[in-house]
């Protein structure tokens, strides 16, 4: 049974936290916690299907906060060292981890089978799932038990310095919520209530929006070999410069492709039945799912993989550009399609299945080359 926690006044962040501009329903000063609650609870009677990340956006806060300041569940702040306590996980069984940016969500049932951490990265394998977890960008963290269509839903959240959530995990029906309860206790936080000192929103955008001139990336630069793979695999591949990397590389290692290359990728996998690896990330986390996918689905601009142990939501009109590129790595070459948005954030990126010692299927390496004969839009 959901708990329901009575909450001590007080503001929702420090004094000292820089205001956010952002919108109607902003008041000129911070609310407190009732008063947060008291618009969040209005907010969801009208829209009841609102994401938590979208409904603290329309209230001026972070969802760090929103999840701090709330009273209809049981939520209990946590406390570091991260490494240990996603090394806990296992305990749970099979959970759904959920890592999103802006525009794509991706949610992978598994278990966390192996843990590593080197120098501050943790690196998560499971069945068909692997996580790469960039601790020094985790702040803040909540464990939550809330009701849910139903049920009661248990969940583990970790959000960054401005209350931007970097990841999430989920249990499920046979997940073990003893050993849940057994975590949250180990690493709860010594002041529940103790406010948040978020900053303003740190995310650096200096990546410039694309352009169909290019003119000033002329592609006669060099790259280290494995350069643009070592890039892509840390918090800045998935933020900042990834599009002026791929303008310095020759026409024949990345090309520019029609905006929506990435869902007839996707489409064409599917029907072939290519196994793939699809990955998503924010400066925190990236997470990917290798294996098939099967049933896609296009719902308003969100296009979906709605599999078992996969799903992904990718909001199409938020795609500004998409590159197919083949990047040289110890293992071979590696062939991907990625996605970025109007400020240069990659979303979303997609290779080949293949193991760390083989190289990637011709069937994959086709199904990218077919991408340039198709007109963009």
């Not at 278990?111 to 943790?122: N, T």
């Not at 650096?204 to 290019?214: A, G, K, L």
């Not at 290519?274 to 998503?280: E, G, H, K, Q, R």
């Not at 996918?293 to 009109?317: A, C, E, T, Y």
Request: a neutral charge; glycine letters at 8%; hydrophobic letters at 35%.
């Amino acid at each position: 049974m959901v708990g329901s926690t009575g909450l001590q006044p007080g503001s929702v962040s420090s004094p000292g936290t820089p205001a956010r501009d952002t919108g109607p329903d902003r008041p000129d000063r911070r609310d407190t916690r009732h008063e947060l609650m008291t618009r969040w609870q209005a907010l969801k009677s009208d829209e009841p299907r609102l994401r938590a990340r979208d409904a603290a956006a329309r209230l001026g806060v972070s969802e760090a906060e929103l999840v701090h300041a709330r009273t209809d569940a049981e939520v209990h702040r946590l406390d570091g060292p991260w490494d240990r306590l996603v090394a806990g996980v296992f305990g749970l069984g099979p959970v759904m981890a959920l890592t999103r940016n802006d525009h794509a969500v991706h949610e992978k049932v598994g278990q966390f089978e192996q843990v590593q951490v080197l120098s501050c990265v943790g690196q998560v394998q499971g069945d068909g799932m692997q996580l790469r977890l960039f601790f020094p960008h985790w702040h803040f963290g909540f464990a939550i038990t809330e009701a849910f269509q139903k049920r009661t839903r248990c969940s583990l959240q970790f959000f960054d310095s401005a209350g931007t959530a970097v990841h999430k995990v989920y249990l499920r029906r046979r997940s073990d919520e003893h050993s849940f309860r057994e975590l949250v206790s180990e690493y709860r936080h010594p002041s529940r209530w103790q406010d948040l000192a978020v900053t303003d929103d740190a995310a650096i955008r200096n990546e410039r929006p694309h352009d169909d001139t290019e003119q000033s990336n002329p592609r006669n630069q060099r790259l280290p070999r494995d350069g643009t793979r070592e890039v892509a695999d840390t918090p800045q591949g998935w933020t900042i410069g990834r599009i002026q990397q791929l303008r310095a590389l020759p026409e024949h290692s990345a090309r520019r492709i029609r905006d929506d290359g990435f869902q007839i990728a996707l489409e064409h996998a599917a029907e072939a039945g290519i196994p793939v690896t699809l990955l998503v990330g924010n400066g925190g986390a990236l997470q990917s799912h290798t294996g098939s996918v099967r049933r896609l689905k296009q719902v308003g601009p969100w296009f979906n993989v709605l599999d078992p142990d996969f799903s992904l939501h990718l909001r199409s009109d938020g795609i500004a550009c998409a590159w197919a590129l083949q990047e040289q790595t110890c293992d071979g070459i590696v062939t991907s399609v990625e996605i970025f948005a109007a400020a240069g954030q990659r979303i979303a990126s997609l290779q080949g299945q293949r193991n760390p010692d083989q190289e990637e299927t011709s069937e994959w390496r086709a199904l990218a080359a077919s991408l340039s004969n198709h007109p963009r839009v």
